[in-house]
């Protein structure tokens, strides 16, 4: 497991955040005592190296939009029967959705912010919304369109909705401490390298530190 950590001038670290990538946009976040699950989606339950006690002991489950990539109605079922008692926070949209499948969940809870769906090739995308979890991590879900961030940023830079460029310049503008690029499933090993390389390249000179999580890989950062 990796360690990385926000360089201070004389003051210590505040927190320290675990973050494991479990593919594509789903993360486990443990962060001051609590763990949160986000975005349980279908390509991460799919997977033959999930396991679903990887996501044993869940606090709270937040599940930015509807699209099967960010929930999978088994995955939060089977977190749900792991989880310390947990919540699944959602929006009103998804709160209906998951009704229907016999999945209690709450529209409130976990701060939020605003980040709209991006249009998608079939046209406008479903209600969408961002959280910020812990004071520490921010997730837009499925949006370039937001304005503030946690000092962590998970940030979709490769989806059919947007682009590299884009993910790049939304970064610069909210300027996060660190980025864990997010939402890659549609890219291979080769792909994946080269893209981040790019965006490496185009957020160091605003000290932005892009660190890059492989799917089932752990990493603690320091804020």
């Known amino acids: 497991m990796d360690r990385i950590y926000a360089r201070t001038e004389g003051i210590g670290v505040c927190v320290e955040v675990t973050i494991t990538k479990l593919v594509h946009a789903c993360l486990l976040v443990d ?17 033959e190296r999930f396991v679903p006690s990887m996501v044993e002991g869940v606090d709270r489950i937040l599940i930015t939009h509807e699209h099967a990539d960010h929930v ?24 209906g959705i998951l009704a229907e499948q016999g999945i209690e969940a709450v529209a409130s809870g976990t701060p939020r912010f605003v980040a709209p769906h991006e249009r998608i090739p ?3 995308g479903p209600p969408n919304t961002g959280f910020h979890v812990a ?3 921010s997730h837009p879900g499925d949006s370039h369109s937001f304005n503030q961030t946690m000092p962590i940023l998970a940030m979709p830079f490769v989806a059919p ?12 503008l909210v300027k996060p401490r660190f980025v864990i ?11 994946r390298g080269f893209m981040y390389r790019l965006a490496h390249a ?9 660190v890059v999580v492989d799917d089932f890989s752990t990493t603690t950062i320091g804020i």
Not at 35 to 42: H, M, V
Not at 161 to 172: A, E, F, I, K, M
Not at 181 to 191: A, Y
């Open 135 to 137: 004071g520490a991590v």
């Open 161 to 172: 909705w947007g682009s590299l460029t884009q993910g790049v310049d939304r970064v610069r």
């Open 122 to 124: 079939f046209g406008p």
């Open 181 to 191: 690029p997010v939402h890659d499933w549609f890219l291979s090993d080769p792909g």
């Open 31 to 47: 962060v001051g005592g609590m763990r949160f699950l986000i975005d349980p989606g279908g390509f991460t339950w799919d997977d």
């Open 202 to 210: 185009a957020l160091a000179p605003d000290d932005i530190e892009l």
């Open 72 to 95: 999978s109605y088994d995955f939060v079922r089977a977190a749900l029967e792991r989880s310390n008692g947990a919540e699944v926070e959602t929006t009103d949209n998804l709160v």
